[in-house]
């Protein structure tokens, strides 16, 4: 299965306390929701991605934040199922590649969007999805790369989504909103069962 048909909802979290990696994983689970993206942007995001891993085995968890070669082959060490690229240097994706696990490139322009086509990539992360123009920018590219899909990150939320989603060439969005609070397990499973819903027809 491709990783953007996994769910319509991406969760995009930043982990501060590991201790709370397990607890909001199976929140997310019990919410229908079983991927989940750690951003590593923090100390405690390995420690996290290697909790996830070992411990809720039914949910895929991914290393989001992918900005430097070495951070692709330790979520690779930490149990990481895949990697997720804000933007797309040679290095980086390189280094992903290298993993050999799936990856989900980062691009924000045509252009950018064009190079990673080039390198066969046919699934790609739009961000900085709001700030780069958001449902109509991906519409209005839709015809000229009808061969790409996307899963938009970045300033979406629980009621922008389903315009997203209803987008012929967006297989998934990716939000922060569901673990907003990380700590709460019961807000994010409430959370989870809204977004598990959503669907392309939304």
Same mark, same amino acid.
């Given at each position: 299965?491709?990783?953007?048909?996994?769910?319509?909802?991406?969760?995009?979290?930043?982990?501060?306390?590991?201790?709370?990696?397990?607890?909001?994983?199976?929140?997310?689970?019990?919410?229908?929701?079983?991927?989940?993206?750690?951003?590593?942007?923090?100390?405690?995001?390995?420690?996290?991605?290697? &909790?996830? +891993?070992?411990?809720?085995?039914?949910? /895929?968890? #991914? !290393?989001? @934040? *992918? %900005?430097?070669?070495?951070?692709?082959?330790?979520?690779?060490?930490?149990?990481?199922?895949?990697?997720?690229?804000?933007?797309?240097?040679?290095?980086?994706?390189? &280094?992903? +590649?290298?993993?050999?696990?799936?990856? /989900?490139? #980062? !691009?924000? @322009? *045509? %252009?950018?969007?064009?190079?990673?086509?080039?390198?066969?990539?046919?699934?790609?992360?739009?961000?900085?999805?709001?700030?780069?123009?958001?449902?109509?920018?991906?519409?209005?590219?839709?015809?000229?790369?009808?061969? /790409?899909?996307?899963?938009? @990150?970045?300033?979406?939320?629980?009621?922008?989504?389903?315009?997203?989603?209803?987008?012929?060439?967006?297989?998934?969005?990716?939000?922060?909103?569901?673990?907003?609070?990380?700590?709460?397990?019961?807000?994010?499973?409430?959370?989870?069962?809204?977004?598990?819903?959503?669907?392309?027809?939304?």
């Amino acid at each position: 299965m491709s990783l953007l048909d996994v769910s319509p909802v991406v969760p995009v979290v930043v982990i501060e306390d590991a201790a709370h990696a397990v607890p909001l994983a199976r929140a997310l689970l019990r919410g229908g929701i079983g991927v989940v993206e750690v951003t590593l942007r923090t100390p405690a995001a390995l420690e996290a991605i290697r &909790a996830i +891993a070992a411990e809720v085995p039914e949910t /895929l968890v #991914g !290393a989001g @934040t *992918v %900005t430097a070669p070495e951070h692709a082959k330790a979520a690779l060490e930490a149990g990481a199922g895949f990697l997720v690229t804000p933007g797309s240097t040679d290095l980086v994706l390189g &280094a992903a +590649a290298d993993t050999g696990l799936p990856v /989900l490139p #980062g !691009a924000a @322009t *045509v %252009t950018e969007a064009m190079r990673l086509a080039e390198r066969g990539y046919t699934e790609l992360k739009f961000f900085p999805a709001e700030a780069a123009g958001g449902v109509p920018y991906l519409r209005s590219i839709a015809g000229p790369l009808p061969g /790409l899909r996307f899963c938009p @990150t970045g300033g979406i939320s629980a009621a922008s989504a389903p315009g997203y989603l209803a987008l012929p060439n967006v297989g998934c969005v990716g939000g922060s909103w569901l673990t907003a609070d990380p700590a709460d397990p019961a807000k994010i499973e409430a959370a989870a069962h809204l977004a598990a819903a959503l669907r392309a027809d939304a």
